[in-house]
C-alpha cells in the first residue's frame, strides 16, 4: 500500500508550486519511505512509496515510459504477473524490469485503456498519456485500494484519502450529510453510495475506469461485473474441495509476497482461521519467513470460547503469537494506545473498526509492513437465512425439514428458532406472491414502533432530507420475491453491503500505521469460485460456510471448525475507551454538541448521556460513543 495523487488543470494554467506536495503530505504515513514527484506545466503527480515485495526495492515513481510521453502513478500489487509478461512478450513489449508498476505502465502501452481487463490483484492507478494530453485512471476489480477525485471546471484532482483533497483551492470542508444520516439513523438506505464522506469528493467505483480529456470526464466505463453463471459442477465433496483449496492457496500465496515476514490479524472464526490454517500450509516454500499472528483475547480466555480458539489456532507459534488482553489492555498495546487510535484522528468508520486499527498499530511496531486479515470472508461466504427456501422450491420438502432441524442446533443465526417455525418461514419465502408479501410489510410498519423514535438525529434535519418519506417509499417498493441465490450473492457484494465499503476501511486505518491490509476472500477469484459454488456446499446440516469447515479438517480442531455462537472481543474496545475518556466524552456532548446540532437533538444526546452515566452499562455507551466520534470528525474536516 503506498499514496497516489494528482492533479490537471484546464486551459493551460500552470499547477501552483509547492501543491502536489501538500497533496503527498497529507498521505505520508501511506508512503514513509518516499515522496516523490513530476511536474510539467498544468499536470503534476505524487506517490508516497511503502515498499512491500522484494520487486518494489528498486522501485520510484512517478514512473516514466522510455519516451517519457507516459507516466504512471501506482498502489497496487499485481497477482498475474507470469501471465502479464508472457502477454507483454506477445505483444512485442519486453518490461524494462520485474516491478508492478513496470508491468502496469508496459500493459497501458500494449492495450491502452483495456489494460485492466489484463490485470489481477489489488490497485489503484492514474496515467497520464502526453501524446493524448489525457489521464487514465483505473481501480481494481473488487475495490480493495482506494481512488477519491474531485472533478471542477477549473481542474480534475485526485488521492488515496479524500481528506488529501481538501488542500485543494476551492474545495468545500463540508459532509456528505446522507452518510450523517445514514450514520445516525442506520435503517435509511436510500442515498447514493457512490459518494464519500465529503461533499465535494467522488470515489472512483471499483472495476471502474475514468478518462479526463479536455477538461470533462470523456469516459467512464466499468470493465468488469460480477454475474449471475452457471454452477459449478464436482464429482464429489473430496472434488469441491480440492478446487476451493486451488483457489484459496493461490489467493493466500499471492498474499504473502513481501520483504517481511508474514503477519495476518487472527481472531477465532472461520474466516481468519482458515486464513491461518493455508498460511502454515504454504510457508515451508518460503525459505526464511516466519508466521506472526495478532489478536486480541479476554482477560478471562478459559471463559471466553473466541479466546479458546484463538489459543489453538497459534498453537506452536510462541512469541510469534502477539496478543492484547480486553478490557485490561495488558500485554502488546496499552490503554493509551486506544485512546490516541480512537481520538487522535476520529472518523465515523475508522472508530467502528477500532480492532483491526489497533492490531495493525501493534504491527507496525513489530517492524511488520503486510497484514492479511479475512474481513470478506462473511460477505463472500454468505449464505441468506431462508436458504431452505430454495430447497422447498425445487420440491425437496423432506430434505427441507430435515435442514430446519439441524439449523435450529447449528446455525449460529437461526439457533433456538423451533424447526415448525422455520419451515413456516421458509415456505411464505418461498411461495407468497410478491404482492402479498408487500402488505405484510406495510401491516408491519404500521404497528412497529415510528423509524425515528428515541431517535438522535434532529428532526428539522431528518424533514429537510424528507427522510422517512424517503424510508416509506423505498419500503413500499420493497416487495419479497425468491431471488436465485446467486442473485443473493450478487446483491450482498454490492453496495449498500459491499465487501469494497468494508475493504475502504479497513485499508485507511492500515494506512495510518504504514501497514498493507491484504484479504484473500476479497480475491476476484475466490469470490467467483463461491459465486458458481452449489448451495449443498455453501450450507450444509445447519452449518454455514460448510466447505470451509471440511476442507480444513487436518489443520483446524474441532472447537475451531464446528463452532457455535460469534462471540467477538471488538465491542470491549469502545466499551473500555468511553470509561477511560468519559470526562472527555463528557467535555464533548456539554461543550461542542451545539456545532452540531443542525444533525443531532441535543437534548436527547444529553439525555442518553445522562442514563449513561448512572447505569455505566456497556451497551448503553454505543449512541455517546458515535456521537462524539461525530463531533470531532467534524471539528477536525470543517476546521
Keep these: 500500500m503506498s499514496a497516489i495523487a494528482g492533479i490537471v488543470y484546464f486551459g493551460g494554467a500552470p499547477v501552483e508550486p509547492g501543491l502536489i506536495e501538500k497533496l503527498t503530505g497529507a498521505m505520508k504515513a501511506r508512503g514513509p519511505d518516499e515522496q516523490t514527484h513530476w511536474m510539467q506545466g498544468s499536470v503534476a503527480l505524487g506517490h508516497c512509496m511503502l515498499r512491500t515485495t522484494p520487486e518494489s526495492l528498486e522501485e520510484h515513481q512517478p514512473l516514466t515510459s522510455k519516451d517519457k510521453k507516459l507516466v504512471l502513478v501506482w498502489d497496487g500489487r499485481l497477482d498475474n504477473r507470469e501471465e502479464?509478461?508472457?502477454?507483454?512478450?506477445?505483444?512485442?513489449?519486453?518490461?524494462?524490469?520485474?516491478?508492478?508498476?513496470?508491468?502496469?505502465?508496459?500493459?497501458?502501452?500494449?492495450?491502452?485503456?483495456?489494460?485492466?481487463?489484463?490485470?489481477?490483484?489489488?490497485?489503484?492507478?492514474?496515467?497520464?498519456?502526453?501524446r493524448n494530453e489525457s489521464l487514465f485512471c483505473a481501480r481494481d476489480h473488487i475495490g480493495a485500494r482506494p481512488f477519491y477525485y474531485i472533478h471542477n471546471y477549473r481542474y480534475f484532482a485526485f488521492a488515496s484519502e479524500d481528506e488529501a483533497l481538501l488542500n485543494m483551492p476551492g474545495v468545500s470542508h463540508q459532509s456528505n450529510e446522507e452518510l450523517i444520516?445514514?450514520?445516525?439513523?442506520?435503517?435509511?438506505?436510500?442515498?447514493?453510495?457512490?459518494?464519500?464522506?465529503?461533499?465535494?469528493?467522488?470515489?472512483?467505483?471499483?472495476?471502474?475506469?475514468?478518462?479526463?480529456?479536455?477538461?470533462?470526464?470523456?469516459?467512464?466505463?466499468?470493465?468488469?461485473?460480477?454475474?449471475?453463471?452457471e454452477e459449478a459442477k464436482y464429482t464429489s465433496d473430496e472434488d469441491c474441495q480440492e478446487a476451493f483449496l486451488n483457489?484459496?492457496?493461490?489467493?493466500?500465496?499471492?498474499?504473502?509476497?513481501?520483504?517481511?515476514?508474514?503477519?495476518?490479524?487472527?481472531?477465532?472464526?472461520?474466516?481468519?482461521?482458515?486464513?491461518?490454517?493455508?498460511?502454515?500450509?504454504?510457508?515451508?516454500?518460503?525459505?526464511?519467513?516466519?508466521?506472526?499472528?495478532?489478536?486480541?483475547?479476554?482477560?478471562?480466555?478459559?471463559?471466553?470460547?473466541?479466546?479458546?480458539?484463538?489459543?489453538?489456532?497459534?498453537?506452536?507459534?510462541?512469541?510469534?503469537?502477539?496478543?492484547?488482553?480486553?478490557?485490561?489492555?495488558?500485554?502488546?498495546?496499552?490503554?493509551?494506545?486506544?485512546?490516541?487510535?480512537?481520538w487522535s484522528k476520529a472518523h465515523p468508520v475508522d472508530n467502528s473498526i477500532l480492532l483491526p486499527a489497533m492490531m495493525c498499530l501493534a504491527a507496525s511496531r513489530d517492524g511488520h509492513r503486510v497484514m492479511l486479515h479475512g474481513m470478506g470472508g462473511d460477505l463472500t461466504m454468505h449464505v441468506p437465512n431462508w436458504y431452505i427456501a430454495?430447497?422447498?422450491?425445487?420440491?425437496?420438502?423432506?430434505?427441507?425439514?430435515?435442514?430446519?432441524?439441524?439449523?435450529?442446533?447449528?446455525?449460529?443465526?437461526?439457533?433456538?428458532v423451533s424447526p415448525f417455525k422455520l419451515m413456516l418461514r421458509n415456505i411464505y419465502f418461498a411461495f407468497v406472491p410478491q404482492t402479498i408479501s408487500r402488505l405484510v410489510r406495510r401491516l408491519r410498519e404500521t404497528a412497529a414502533q415510528p423509524p425515528l423514535a428515541n431517535s438522535m438525529i434532529?428532526?428539522?434535519?431528518?424533514?429537510?432530507?424528507?427522510?422517512?418519506?424517503?424510508?416509506r417509499k423505498r419500503s413500499q417498493k420493497t416487495g419479497w420475491l425468491l431471488p436465485g441465490y446467486q442473485q443473493e450473492?450478487?446483491?450482498?457484494?454490492?453496495?449498500?453491503?459491499?465487501?469494497g465499503s468494508g475493504l475502504t476501511g479497513y485499508d485507511r486505518v492500515a494506512g495510518r500505521y504504514g501497514v498493507e491490509f491484504r484479504d484473500p476472500w476479497s480475491d476476484k477469484r475466490v469470490v467467483e469460485f463461491w459465486l458458481r459454488l452449489p448451495l449443498k456446499y455453501k450450507v450444509r446440516?445447519?452449518?454455514?460456510?460448510?466447505?470451509?469447515?471440511?476442507?480444513?479438517?487436518?489443520?483446524?480442531?474441532?472447537?475451531?471448525?464446528?463452532?457455535?455462537?460469534?462471540?467477538?472481543?471488538?465491542?470491549?474496545?469502545?466499551?473500555?475507551?468511553?470509561?477511560?475518556?468519559?470526562?472527555?466524552?463528557?467535555r464533548t456532548i456539554e461543550q461542542e454538541i451545539e456545532g452540531i446540532d443542525k444533525y443531532v437533538d441535543a437534548r436527547v444526546v444529553r439525555e442518553k448521556y445522562g442514563k449513561c452515566c448512572e447505569l455505566k452499562g456497556d451497551a448503553e455507551w454505543e449512541g455517546v460513543y458515535d456521537i462524539s466520534t461525530l463531533v470531532l470528525w467534524l471539528k477536525r474536516i470543517m476546521g
Design 181 to 229: 444520516a445514514y450514520f445516525l439513523q442506520q435503517n435509511f438506505v436510500d442515498f447514493d453510495h457512490a459518494r464519500s464522506w465529503l461533499a465535494d469528493v467522488m470515489p472512483l467505483p471499483s472495476a471502474h475506469t475514468l478518462t479526463i480529456a479536455q477538461g470533462r470526464i470523456a469516459r467512464k466505463n466499468r470493465y468488469w461485473r460480477l454475474v449471475v453463471c
Design 84 to 130: 502479464l509478461q508472457r502477454d507483454l512478450k506477445a505483444a512485442g513489449i519486453i518490461p524494462r524490469d520485474a516491478s508492478d508498476a513496470e508491468l502496469a505502465l508496459q500493459s497501458y502501452e500494449a492495450w491502452e485503456e483495456e489494460c485492466p481487463k489484463h490485470l489481477l490483484g489489488d490497485f489503484a492507478f492514474a496515467l497520464w498519456d502526453a
Design 541 to 586: 446440516n445447519g452449518w454455514t460456510k460448510y466447505l470451509v469447515r471440511t476442507s480444513f479438517a487436518d489443520e483446524l480442531t474441532l472447537n475451531v471448525r464446528w463452532r457455535l455462537g460469534k462471540e467477538h472481543l471488538g465491542w470491549n474496545f469502545a466499551s473500555r475507551l468511553m470509561k477511560e475518556t468519559h470526562a472527555m466524552a463528557s
Design 489 to 499: 450473492l450478487v446483491r450482498i457484494l454490492l453496495p449498500p453491503h459491499g465487501i
Design 247 to 342: 483457489v484459496f492457496g493461490e489467493a493466500v500465496r499471492c498474499r504473502m509476497r513481501s520483504i517481511g515476514h508474514v503477519s495476518a490479524m487472527v481472531s477465532g472464526g472461520l474466516d481468519s482461521a482458515s486464513i491461518a490454517a493455508m498460511v502454515r500450509r504454504l510457508l515451508p516454500e518460503m525459505a526464511g519467513k516466519e508466521f506472526h499472528t495478532y489478536s486480541a483475547i479476554s482477560d478471562h480466555p478459559e471463559t471466553c470460547v473466541e479466546s479458546q480458539c484463538i489459543q489453538s489456532l497459534t498453537t506452536g507459534l510462541g512469541d510469534n503469537a502477539h496478543l492484547v488482553s480486553v478490557p485490561s489492555f495488558t500485554g502488546m498495546l496499552s490503554l493509551q494506545d486506544l485512546i490516541d487510535t480512537a
Design 390 to 416: 430454495y430447497w422447498l422450491k425445487a420440491g425437496q420438502w423432506l430434505h427441507a425439514w430435515s435442514e430446519c432441524e439441524a439449523a435450529s442446533r447449528n446455525n449460529n443465526y437461526l439457533i433456538g
Design 458 to 471: 434532529n428532526p428539522d434535519f431528518a424533514k429537510r432530507l424528507n427522510l422517512l418519506e424517503r424510508m
